[in-house]
């Protein structure tokens, strides 16, 4: 499986070794943080990684786990959740654990509140190469 296939991106980019998305997954690690989202007003700046955002892509940012790691974002007031991609760094508001794309957001309930508790599980690292 590439990812382009899963989240819309370059396909020269081969996804890490996961379960089938509608297999569950076992998390390697979980803790709760708060979410905040970010979205069309940073469409198409280079992420950290050096992608192009997109709005729509399944991407997240976090502060230090390692670009192309997958992690559960579930949000904690209504039980949804999505699954992401580390892409970027942030955020940068203090108190704040993981900025996730406009389309995350949307999916999980994240847009009016603009910010909220969410339990993060990382399920897979990425490969080393």
Do not use: C
């Amino acid at each position: 499986m590439i990812w382009a296939a899963m989240f819309l991106i370059a396909p020269v980019m081969e996804a890490p070794l996961v379960a089938h998305l509608n297999q569950p997954m076992k998390p390697v690690k979980s803790w709760v943080g708060n979410a905040s989202w970010y979205g069309p007003g940073f469409q198409g700046r280079k992420t950290a990684n050096g992608e192009r955002f997109d709005s729509e892509a399944l991407t997240a940012a976090h502060p230090n786990l390692p670009f192309g790691s997958m992690v559960r974002v579930v949000n904690t007031r209504n039980g949804k959740f999505e699954l992401v991609r580390i892409n970027d760094r942030g955020p940068y508001q203090e108190g704040r654990e993981i900025d996730v794309s406009y389309r995350v957001a949307r999916k999980i309930g994240l847009i009016h509140s603009g910010v909220s508790q969410v339990r993060l599980e990382l399920v897979a690292l990425p490969e080393k190469h």
